[in-house]
């Protein structure tokens, strides 16, 4: 792996530090698995982490934002969410649709209980992250 130019917002962990324990836990494990795709992908040489809405956000040069989130008046689900007029969600839908479950057009939705679908959302990850150069490609490249 290349080293990856991270830029952290000291806010995000403000942000982070507002979450029940259990929920806090399973948005660094989405953390993770963010830093760790771009760290992964030659095209990507700078991740940006920053609130958008107040929430902790990932931005990269030539990608689509992904943010995550947990809102109380949800208590068991948690989220990533994508740009809502991207081609990003209706092409996961389409590959995994028997794997994730999603809302409307902007998010990926996951109970608290349940496992991360690590590779497939490793893809998802990928996609948005380098959005602007697989854009045109049929289903983003994956």
């Known amino acids: 792996m290349k080293d990856l130019k991270l830029i952290v917002n000291p806010?995000?962990?403000e942000v982070f530090n507002t979450y029940p324990n259990n929920v806090r836990q399973k948005l660094e494990d989405?953390?993770?698995?963010?830093?760790?795709?771009?760290n992964s992908l030659e095209s990507v040489a700078s991740l940006e982490e920053t609130l958008k809405w107040g929430e902790?956000?990932?931005l990269t040069k030539y990608g689509s934002t992904i943010r995550i989130?947990?809102?109380?008046?949800?208590?068991?689900?948690?989220?990533?969410?994508?740009?809502c007029t991207s081609k990003l969600v209706p092409t996961f839908r389409l590959l995994y649709k028997d794997?994730?479950?999603?809302?409307?057009?902007?998010?990926?939705?996951?109970?608290?209980?349940?496992?991360?679908?690590?590779?497939v959302l490793t893809s998802c990850i990928t996609a948005a992250l380098t959005y602007h150069k697989v854009k045109h490609l049929p289903t983003l490249g994956l």
């Open 56 to 58: 902790p956000s990932y």
């Open 11 to 13: 806010k995000v962990t």
């Open 99 to 119: 794997i994730l479950t999603f809302e409307g057009s902007r998010a990926i939705v996951f109970e608290l209980n349940d496992a991360i679908p690590k590779e």
């Open 69 to 83: 989130n947990w809102k109380s008046k949800v208590k068991t689900q948690y989220a990533m969410y994508f740009q």
């Open 30 to 38: 989405l953390r993770t698995l963010i830093i760790a795709t771009a």
